[in-house]
């Protein structure tokens, strides 16, 4: 017996155009005012190797962007977005730019998600695997980890350096905290490489909450909470993958964190802003690049006595 393929109505039609720096955003605004159900601003170069990434910290703001910017504006099926597309340009005093539509199919959004993740080798007998994946390798240290709001799925470059950091320098027994814990997932790694006591710390109270959730999923005993509730305990192995002016800042509370004679590993750091890191926490810690991944580097070092 033959199944017919189900066929999905066209539910949005998406409206795609290009246009200058200066006025993308102001582009992006309006459309969302004039009844767009959301709207992506992006490089229109990218997947080429003319392709202009662009990096930003919190506080900052984007020193750069790109010369034009491609802007698809999605709306329901049934819209006027053609009414929509003449009163913004006369609003923003632009004329009607060159664009194209194309449909929108209505989908099965969960399993399209959850096609675009499946189980990520960290590292030789490290994976992580969603919960709708099978492991790939029975008797390998599984991390069960769904992507969700808290960032840390283990697929960014700084996350995978913390993970094998991990993998390579716990010897078993150690305390460990997770500063900036997001998912949880350095934390929850920690604890199935054999730490002992493991705890993580956010200033997201979703994160902190997601965390939990996925230490239960994982079996591993970990506590997870805000700065204000954190133990004034200090730990064997401290690990902090966040960004650089924040960890910057940071330098001091991490210190004091950090047993004489302990361990920190510091993500989240453009190779270029390595030595402004490292120079901040040379007061407490002998601290080195250990490995780059993309552009990223993750330093580490030993708290001093």
């Known amino acids: 017996m033959r199944c017919a393929a189900r066929r999905w ?4 039609i ?6 200058s720096a200066p006025v993308a955003e102001a582009w992006s605004d309006a459309l969302l005012d004039a009844g767009a159900l959301s709207v992506d601003v992006s490089d229109p170069l990218a997947g080429t190797a003319d392709e202009s990434p662009l990096y930003g910290e919190p506080g900052e703001a984007v020193a750069q962007r790109w010369n034009w910017s491609r802007v698809v504006a999605l709306f329901a099926a049934d819209f006027d977005w053609r ?11 632009q004329p009607v730019p060159a664009h194209e539509t194309f449909p929108v ?3 099965d959004w969960v399993r399209q998600t959850q096609a675009q993740f499946g189980p ?9 695997v969603p919960s709708w994946s099978a492991v790939p390798e ?3 240290i599984s991390l069960r980890l769904d992507p969700g709001l808290a960032f840390g799925t283990g697929s960014h470059p700084t996350t995978r350096l913390c993970l094998e950091w991990l993998q390579q320098t716990l010897a078993g027994g150690e305390s460990v905290l997770d500063y900036g814990c997001g998912s949880g997932i350095l934390a929850i790694a920690a604890a199935k490489l054999g730490a002992g006591r493991v705890a993580g710390v956010d200033v997201d109270p979703q994160a902190v909450r997601a965390s939990e959730a996925n230490a239960r999923q994982n079996g591993v005993a970990a506590v997870f909470v805000e700065p204000d509730a954190l133990p004034p305990a200090a730990s064997d192995v401290v ?7 924040p960890l910057i800042l940071l330098a001091p509370a991490l210190a004091h964190r950090v047993v004489a004679g302990g361990r920190i590993a ?21 601290l080195a690049r250990w490995r780059g991944d993309e552009g990223w580097v993750l330093l580490a070092g030993k708290r001093k006595q």
């Open 120 to 128: 990520i080798e960290i590292a030789r007998g490290l994976w992580i």
């Open 83 to 93: 009414s929509a597309l003449r009163e913004v340009a006369q609003s923003l005093a």
């Open 138 to 140: 029975p008797g390998a």
């Open 14 to 19: 998406a409206l795609r155009f290009d246009a």
């Open 9 to 12: 109505p066209i539910a949005f």
């Open 239 to 245: 690990v902090a993958n966040i960004l650089a002016n």
């Open 105 to 107: 199919a209505d989908q």
């Open 266 to 286: 510091l993500s989240g750091i453009l190779e270029e802003q390595a030595d402004s890191v490292i120079a901040a926490y040379g007061r407490w810690f002998t």
